[in-house]
């Protein structure tokens, strides 16, 4: 089914109203989040450039079929650029362990600076993922963003999180209380894939027209119903004490 794509700019559009509707009257968490870019310009000005460059990979496409693969692609980014900063509330990780954990993903660079990247990156993502998750939901109308995509994002904090805990352990009795979870990492990421592969892979159509596709589709439950023929049916119509008294019209094609 070929149906038109959006516009690159009805798309930013959009966004930007999303944004600033949720800074304005949103969950306390979301609204949040998009307040502290809506109401500062510099951070306004980042979010915006770099949401215009995830779009653009979404409005490159001229269907919406490929369009939906695109930011169902860009909301997996978007999954994983959050996690960090996300880690850390949850975790309260703080003093030299804090440090440590900077220090996995960005090396030797100044500890200060690495942090207050990281949650301007978060600030913007986390506000770039609300607009998508809206995209996706009142304009493509792709049920990805329900159920599957919420159930890939909790796994992948599992990940995470049992990644950064066993990278973080730095005593004996830690690494053997860990030591079950982390001969699971391969599972998890695997699990990961799987479930990456299968968002990917469901219909790249608009909900009401994946449903009616489910509804149309045969499930092996049901069976053709056998045409009666011609003689069949006059024989039934003749024998049908229920049927019209006499003088009165069995049929008419005209009504």
């Given amino acids: 089914m070929l149906i038109q794509g959006y516009r690159h700019s009805r798309l930013m559009e959009e966004s930007q109203s999303r944004l ?44 919406l079929a490929p369009q939906i693969g695109a930011l169902r692609s860009a909301a997996f980014g978007l999954i994983h650029r959050k996690a960090l900063f996300e880690y850390l509330r949850k975790r309260e990780i703080k003093g030299a362990r804090r440090h440590r954990l900077f220090s996995l993903f960005y090396g030797a660079r ?56 066993v990278e973080l352990a730095d ?16 599972l998890l990421k695997y699990r990961l ?24 589709r045969a499930t092996g439950e049901t069976q053709k119903l056998r045409r009666l023929s011609v003689e069949q049916r006059r024989f039934r119509l003749g024998s049908d004490t229920s049927g019209p008294k006499s003088g009165e019209a069995a049929d008419n094609p005209k009504r």
Avoid at 25 to 45: F, K
Avoid at 153 to 163: L, S
Avoid at 171 to 186: I, N, S
């Fill in 193 to 216: 894939k799987q479930a990456r592969d299968s968002i990917l892979a469901l219909p790249q159509v608009p909900t009401s027209v994946w449903r009616e596709v489910e509804i149309r």
């Fill in 171 to 186: 005593t004996e009795d830690e690494r053997l209380v860990l030591a079950p979870l982390e001969a699971l990492k391969p």
């Fill in 20 to 63: 600033e509707a949720v800074a304005r009257a949103g969950p306390p968490e979301e609204m949040l989040v998009a307040s502290r870019v809506v109401e500062h310009p510099l951070s306004y000005r980042l979010w915006e450039a770099e949401h215009d460059r995830l779009i653009r990979t979404v409005s490159a496409h001229a269907r």
């Fill in 110 to 165: 100044d500890y200060a600076s690495s942090v207050v990247s990281e949650h301007a990156s978060f600030i913007r993502c986390s506000s770039s993922y609300l607009c998508t998750d809206y995209l996706a939901e009142q304009l493509m109308r792709d049920a990805a963003f329900g159920e599957p995509l919420q159930l890939y994002e909790e796994w992948y904090a599992e990940y995470f999180r049992v990644f950064c805990d």
